[in-house]
């Protein structure tokens, strides 16, 4: 490819294929780029920064912002920042950080599906030298694409490297062999790596590079290999089931809600019936009755490379009413600094039962200075399902929507069982209907071993603990004695109400998106109780107003 010239074009005019948050780029075009916690101005991509930082900002996936304003300004800007980017980072460097596989590949597919903004009113002298360092940009990845881990860095270099040959002209030749490489390397890896990270938006931004891939492939009239759409049609069914009534992703693990739109373009794109998996998704079970989804953390946080951004978010539940989140996680903190990436990752920053003081899965007390923060201490069992008639506990199934029957779902973790001889049971059940979620609560020492545990444990007072309810930002909240009213934004009354044994209150919280340039506040329901035995239940019930 280095014995052939530049590329003067492209085969077919790129369109869009990624649309972000729109106020965001409102800020970009301001002046302010809000990443990481810092706030860039000026020439940003001039600035020192950490690595992490400097991946999104030299991924430029900040232009997807830019193209949701979509006016002349924003497409002034969006040409700007290329075009200087351009004259300093003439030639690849395999050291910078710039130019690691994925950034580079990730760096190539929001240049050329926002190619319109970039190269608007250029000549084709002005448009050389973006389409000399697309070359340069495939000469690269070529030569350093099996240097990335596996997972979604991989596939980022690859789906730059193939979507990019298959976009400009002359480099067809390229094409055919790098869509195969992505095909094999995701069928390689199958979904059980690509689900290891237990974020659900990773996955779909997993499946989002293969989808790309698949239509551009099509554009150009080439056909698609078949671990590329074999690979599609198995994730589909695990995003199926995670799939929010508004067509978001729970935020779990570091991850977000996923950008707007595109999980459903996704599914739309996967071939096969529409249909969830059966059992766990990803380590999440699923109840939707009616208008109503809810999805639960059923699974142990992920190990190995994961650990860095897993959440002790262990039986923490997210519920959407129709197209309305009602309550939610905090989601992703990394997005605002190291001290929002490391809050956000305790158990009280989920709708979870909390300890008071500790999580259900803590960070490594023994960390060295420089070293990673880790989840080192994790429930060992954690299980989730529905029981039959004998009381044995099956995969958790909860039927289609509009089953006539209530969704019911059991689950429990060990997460404190060392440290106090607890077991954390959550029962729940959806009616039929989906206006009215019932919820049980349980701590208790199980055995002789862990009441003696217990007992050295707990203090004189009894041992606290919050039973916390996120809501999302929409929702507004008042308390009423023993009662929480909410409204929902479609005027909708819905109430929170428990069984007397603990109290209740409205304490602030933040929802954390990585679209926004800082934390939203909000609400959140706390259901407080101390435990004086060996075992406490609190029962309480989430209910549109009216509904039984």
């Avoid at 903004?117 to 030569?143: C, K, N, V, W």
């Avoid at 935020?251 to 794109?269: I, K, N, P, T, V």
């Avoid at 009755?289 to 809810?294: C, F, K, P, S």
Wanted: hydrophobic share 40%.
């Amino acid at each position: 490819m280095n014995d052939t010239p530049s590329p003067r074009g492209f085969l077919r005019r790129p369109e869009p294929k990624a649309i972000g948050h729109s106020g965001r780029g409102e800020q970009i075009i301001e002046g302010k780029l809000h990443l990481g916690g810092l706030t860039l101005t000026g020439e940003f991509l001039d600035n020192d920064m950490p690595a992490s930082v400097a991946a999104e900002l030299h991924g430029f996936g900040w232009l997807d912002d830019l193209a949701a304003v979509g006016s002349p300004r924003a497409r002034s800007v969006a040409q700007h920042h290329v075009l200087h980017w351009l004259k300093r980072h003439r030639v690849p460097h395999a050291d910078a950080p710039e130019w690691t596989p994925a950034i580079a590949g990730r760096r190539v597919l929001h240049w050329i599906f926002h190619a319109g903004m970039i190269l608007h009113g250029l000549d084709r002298d002005g448009a050389e030298p973006y389409f000399r360092s697309l070359d340069q940009h495939l000469t690269h990845l070529r030569a350093t694409w099996y240097d990335c881990t596996d997972g979604l860095p991989r596939l980022e270099a690859l789906a730059g490297l193939a979507i990019g040959a298959m976009s400009l002209r002359d480099r067809q030749a390229v094409a055919r062999p790098a869509l195969i490489a992505l095909a094999e390397e995701a069928d390689a890896m199958g979904v059980a790596t690509l689900s290891e990270s237990r974020a659900p938006e990773t996955l779909l931004e997993a499946m989002a590079l293969l989808v790309w891939a698949q239509e551009v492939a099509d554009e150009a009239g080439l056909e698609s290999p078949a671990e590329l759409r074999a690979i599609i049609a198995e994730i589909a069914p695990i995003l199926r089931s995670l799939r929010h009534a508004d067509g978001s992703l729970p935020s779990f693990h570091g991850g977000g809600r996923g950008a707007a739109g595109r999980l459903d373009r996704c599914l739309r794109a996967a071939e096969g019936a529409a249909l969830p998996v059966h059992g766990l998704a990803m380590g999440f079970a699923r109840m939707a009755r009616g208008r109503t989804t809810l999805i639960l953390d059923a699974a142990p946080p992920p190990g190995g490379p994961a650990e860095v951004r897993a959440h002790a978010s262990t039986l923490a539940f997210e519920l959407t009413v129709a197209r309305q989140p009602l309550i939610v996680n905090s989601g992703p903190g990394d997005g605002f600094g190291p001290l929002w990436a490391k809050a956000s990752r305790a158990t009280p920053c989920h709708s979870a039962l909390c300890l008071e003081g500790l999580s259900s899965s803590r960070l490594n007390p023994n960390r060295q200075e420089g070293e990673p923060d880790i989840l080192t201490e994790r429930p060992a069992l954690v299980w989730a399902g529905d029981c039959d008639a004998l009381g044995n506990l099956t995969p958790p199934d909860c039927g289609p929507a509009h089953s006539t029957e209530p969704a019911h779902l059991l689950s429990g973790h060990d997460g404190w069982l060392d440290s106090h001889g607890l077991t954390h049971l959550r029962e729940l059940w959806l009616a039929p209907d989906g206006v009215a979620l019932q919820g049980e609560d349980s701590l208790a020492a199980l055995d002789a071993s862990a009441q003696s545990q217990l007992d050295r444990a707990r203090p004189p007072e009894g041992l606290g603990f919050d039973i916390r309810f996120h809501l999302h930002p929409d929702i507004e909240a008042r308390q009423q004695g023993q009662v929480i009213d909410l409204t929902l934004p479609t005027g909708e009354h819905w109430q929170f109400s428990h069984d007397g044994v603990g109290q209740v209150r409205l304490e602030a919280s933040c929802l954390l998106d990585r679209g926004l340039a800082e934390p939203r506040p909000s609400r959140q329901i706390v259901l407080t109780a101390r435990l004086q035995g060996r075992a406490i239940q609190i029962g309480w019930t989430l209910a549109r107003s009216g509904a039984r």
